[in-house]
């Protein structure tokens, strides 16, 4: 923020982009203090929330954006503004406002094309998202607080959601970054792995680890560790907690419960952003227990705030070989399901004969209890 605004006047930009210029008054710079929040964090969070672009010199402030979200943009600062004659903004009052401001009915909207390709900055490498997919996932995660990412191994969905939690921890969007996974055996016996609970996970959170080490190096991350600045913990540890300023990733989530699935949203706390990467075709729950993340996903189906990326096997970027992979099973389970089905309906049509028959000779007359 605090940058030197255009000299003329601009009503309306290229397409559908609109700049407008906003003076607030009175001048008071302890109340434009409070409006801009420390670090001008409060400005951040209404361009991460709004999709926006501020720029302000002093009281006087210059919003870019699509015509809609930039028209709420200028009433929420506008609003914003008259409350700090009376009060200290604090992260939670403004995400109340962002919320009466309409933001819900913005985001019914969907993704805006910007027409500029999406990156993620990170301390080592930098992630350009591939496709309209990960483009898209990517921007949503930016946008909401909570987000699904649903798919086949190698889309990306998990790879790019810790990308999005170290960028917004390299920012100071946020002060911790969590992973959390459900301890749920996968073919192998937990119970004989070494240690406790959270040491018996830490293997199935290997990938994850893998990316934070890329992002960061491996020096940073022990460091983060220890500092508690990331935190790895098994689902059951979140119970009882609430999280706020946090990015935490709930990975697998297709082997959770339902209770478990209710109890981790139920955990998001003011200035958190949760994704929740899995793919349903892989659940190792018990047999008769129904997976949390199928039936989260027709619960909040139609709830507005909720951030829904569905990847297909297209999305796949790793070997060319994992695409094929993937088709291949889907084809054979598509192929086993109809044999399935038809092999059903030819033992409901031998069961419908067998007692035809039995009529046909207990009451040769044709006639029938």
Do not use: W
């Not at 098994?234 to 209770?259: C, H, K, W, Y």
């Amino acid at each position: 923020m605090n940058q030197p605004l255009d000299q003329h006047k601009q009503q309306e930009a290229t397409g559908n982009q609109r700049v407008i210029q906003l003076s607030l008054e009175p001048a008071d710079n302890q109340r434009l203090a409070n409006l801009c929040g420390l670090q001008d964090d409060h400005l951040k969070l209404i361009e991460q929330r709004l999709g926006v672009s501020l720029r302000n010199r002093g009281h006087d402030f210059q919003i870019t954006g699509e015509a809609r979200r930039a028209n709420v943009a200028a009433s929420l600062l506008e609003q914003l503004y008259k409350e700090t004659a009376n009060e200290e903004l604090e992260p939670e009052t403004l995400h109340l406002h962002l919320q009466e401001a309409g933001l819900e009915a913005l985001e019914e909207e969907g993704v805006v094309d910007t027409g500029t390709p999406i990156s993620i900055r990170t301390p080592r490498i930098t992630i350009k998202p591939r496709g309209n997919n990960q483009q898209g996932y990517v921007h949503t995660i930016r946008q909401q607080d909570i987000n699904f990412g649903i798919g086949p191994a190698g889309t990306g969905k998990t790879y790019l959601a810790v990308a999005c939690a170290v960028e917004a921890l390299m920012k100071d969007e946020i002060r911790r970054i969590l992973l959390v996974r459900p301890a749920v055996e996968a073919g192998e016996k937990l119970g004989f792995l070494p240690g406790d609970l959270a040491q018996k996970i830490d293997p199935y959170l290997r990938p994850l680890y893998d990316a934070l080490y890329e992002m960061l190096g491996f020096e940073q991350v022990g460091k983060m560790i220890e500092k508690n600045v990331i935190e790895v913990a098994p689902l059951a540890f979140m119970r009882g907690r609430t999280l706020n300023n946090a990015f935490v990733i709930l990975d697998e989530s297709q082997n959770t419960t339902r209770e478990q699935m209710k109890m981790f949203l139920t955990r998001i706390g003011f200035g958190t952003t949760a994704v929740i990467t899995g793919d349903i075709t892989q659940i190792d729950l018990p047999r008769g227990t129904h997976s949390g993340l199928t039936h989260v996903l027709k619960v909040l189906e139609d709830v507005s705030g909720i951030g829904i990326t569905r990847f297909e096997n297209r999305d796949v970027v790793r070997h060319p070989l994992v695409q094929r992979i993937v088709e291949a099973y889907d084809t054979s389970e598509a192929a086993e399901e109809i044999e399935r089905e038809a092999k059903e309906k030819q033992r409901q049509d031998e069961r419908a004969a067998r007692q035809e028959a039995f009529y046909a000779q207990a009451y040769p007359e044709g006639r029938k209890p």
